[in-house]
Nanobody, 115 residues
């Protein structure tokens, strides 16, 4: 069993920045990949970014160049740096981890971008 705890969400104006954190209860080196999904109001959950075991990163087109996913293996934590935030980035952001074909989810953290 892997527990994931997100933090760092909040309210920000357009153009602002936030950094989300996802702390895992197990070594993230044992994960096949980790990353973030988000769920905008009234919409389905959608992928945002992920980091694979070997360190390769992938992003959805809508966040490329604005968001950066990183990890700190010593702290078993994955981060999502979000810059140049837009109102359409609003939603609940969920951390996920894949280990041995099983997917684990965090409880989610709210990100609101508005003026």
């Amino acid at each position: 069993q892997v527990q994931l705890v997100e933090s760092g969400g909040g309210e920000v104006q357009p153009g602002g920045s936030l950094r989300l954190s996802c702390a895992a209860s197990a070594s993230i080196l044992g994960m096949n990949n980790m990353g973030w999904f988000r769920q905008p109001p009234g919409n389905e959950r959608e992928p945002v970014a992920r980091i694979h075991a070997e360190g390769e990163t992938t992003y959805e087109d809508s966040v490329k160049g604005r968001f950066t996913i990183t990890r700190d293996t010593a702290k078993n934590t994955v981060y999502l740096q979000m810059n140049s935030l837009k109102p359409e980035d609003t939603g609940v952001y969920y951390c996920f981890a894949v280990r041995s074909s099983r997917v684990y989810w965090g409880q989610g953290t709210q990100v609101s971008v508005s003026s």
